[in-house]
């Protein structure tokens, strides 16, 4: 499945690091999101970005920085993680909003 | 607010065999879409089937097919002709065909195929 692409596939950064991750989508979709998925519980949703517009911030703390400068990539800036962050970071896009979301392969992020 | 609720944390079938495999969910909406999707242990999380709220059909992929209660509010998923590759974590999910945009997730089902 090449239609959403993420990197990097796995990162270790300590808690005073910053890093990036990277989405890209092929599909020519119009929206993009970001998901995070810890152990034991379901998908939360992150973000949405609809026509490259911030339309959902689902009370993610500031060190999760989110951007979109086009329709086609997605990226979440990193800074200041606590070991909680430590999760499988989804990112997703679909056609446009209520429409069938595909997901990308995903980053393990591990925050020491 | 939407729920979705996936009560039975593991399954096992065997190889060739059938399975299915329950959701429920709670909505007010008459308008939205359900999911199953599939965690394989790459991790990918891969769509299985799709169902919208307003067709009565139940929808239909080669060996996956569910089972839509729109009453009962119920949405299961039928795997047919069980293969080894279909050993993975399975999510139902929920989403609204409204202005909410939110894709609901169940906790998820770990099918394990034995051969």
């Known amino acids: 499945e090449t239609g959403v692409t993420q990197t990097p596939r796995h990162l270790v950064m300590g808690m005073t690091n910053k890093k990036s991750l990277k989405c890209e989508q092929h599909l020519g979709h119009n929206a993009m999101y970001w998901y995070k998925q810890s152990a034991k519980k379901p998908l939360e949703l992150m973000f949405v970005y609809n026509f490259k517009e911030q339309t959902e911030n689902n009370s993610v703390p500031s060190r999760f920085s989110p951007e979109c400068p086009n329709s086609s990539h997605l990226f979440l800036h990193l800074h200041t993680l606590q070991p909680e962050d430590s999760a499988l970071y989804l990112c997703?896009?679909?056609?446009?909003?209520?429409?069938?979301?595909?997901f990308g392969p995903g980053t393990r992020l591990l925050v020491l | 607010a939407q729920t979705v609720t996936q009560s039975q944390p593991e399954m096992s079938v065997q190889e060739a065999e059938t399975v299915t495999l329950s959701c429920t969910y709670d909505t007010s909406e008459s308008d939205y879409y359900l999911f199953w999707y599939k965690q394989p242990p790459s991790r990918q999380m891969i769509l299985v089937i799709r169902?919208?709220?307003?067709?009565?059909q139940n929808a239909t992929e080669n060996r996956f097919s569910v089972n839509f209660q729109k009453a009962a509010k119920s949405f299961s998923l039928k795997i047919s002709d069980s293969q080894l590759g279909d050993a993975a974590m399975y999510f139902c999910a929920y989403l609204s065909g409204g202005s909410n945009y939110k894709l609901t997730f169940g906790k998820g089902t770990l099918l394990t195929v034995n051969p």
């Open positions: 997703a896009s679909s056609q446009r909003t209520a429409e069938t979301q595909y």
């Open positions: 169902q919208e709220a307003y067709k009565q």
